[in-house]
């Protein structure tokens, strides 16, 4: 199928969805939402073990493309609509997706594509890569998650900065602050992630979902709550035929065959 705002592919179990509007650097349209619904009903529903996200061009994402809303000044408009419709909705699918999501950001990753990011399992930059909560620029505030995002990765007192400052952040910064997972030469990013990605198809991968689901939940849980979650998803875990496949591999001195179930 093609598309006209987006790239998607799948080869080897891993899935590659790449924002394709490179002249607006990868900026959202509602087509570019409706675009990413789709692929993503398509990733629930065939065997893809991990999902890679990156931009094509010299950015990752701009955030929202403006010129694609009708906004009329004298009549008022809400910025909450593409929120409840678009961005909340795409978020909620990306933390919920039982397989790691690597975000590969080539370039500049602005308002809403800064987030779109963070809400990744795994993010490794470019070293030219620049984050930017440009929210505050145009009278809004940092959406698409970043206000629970931000915080919890770097403090609140950086968090505020980024926020209101809404100056850029270096992918160097950003790794020393732990935002992100790594920085890489501009020239290594795509093999870099190719190769994470690989590997990550090949791991258990309803473990790395249960890692996943228990690593988020840990922000709101209490040290009670998160034990018993812990309880609950390790014996979801040990029930699967890769905990099987690990046990005996591991007694058998040779390397796992995970299948992903």
């Not at 014996?235 to 058998?252: I, K, N």
Request: net charge negative.
């Amino acid at each position: 199928m093609s598309y006209n705002n987006i790239k998607f592919a799948i080869k080897d179990n891993v899935a590659t969805l790449t924002l394709n509007r490179p002249e607006k650097l990868n900026s959202f349209t509602e087509e570019m939402h409706e675009e990413i619904r789709t692929v993503f009903s398509q990733i629930e529903q065939e065997n893809i073990r991990a999902l890679v996200i990156t931009g094509e061009g010299r950015a990752f994402c701009a955030g929202q493309d403006l010129g694609d809303r009708d906004i009329d000044l004298d009549k008022g408009f809400d910025a909450g609509d593409s929120l409840e419709y678009n961005y909340n909705p795409l978020i909620r699918k990306m933390h919920a997706l039982p397989i790691p999501i690597i975000c590969a950001v080539n370039g500049v990753a602005a308002g809403a594509g800064a987030n779109l990011a963070l809400a990744c399992d795994i993010v490794v930059a470019a070293r030219s890569a620049k984050f930017i909560q440009a929210f505050a620029k145009i009278g809004l505030i940092p959406d698409a998650g970043g206000t629970w995002s931000l915080p919890r990765k770097v403090g609140l007192a950086r968090a505020m900065g980024l926020a209101m400052l809404a100056e850029p952040l270096t992918a160097e910064k950003a790794c020393e602050w732990g935002l992100i997972w790594q920085v890489v030469d501009d020239d290594k990013l795509e093999q870099n992630v190719a190769e994470m990605a690989t590997h990550l198809a090949s791991q258990p991968t309803i473990a790395l979902a249960n890692i996943k689901t228990a690593l988020r939940a840990s922000a709101s849980n209490s040290m009670s709550d998160q034990l018993d979650l812990e309880r609950d998803l390790q014996s979801a875990s040990a029930r699967t035929q890769d905990f099987l496949e690990g046990v005996s591999a591991f007694m058998e001195k040779r390397k796992p065959t995970f299948i992903g179930k």
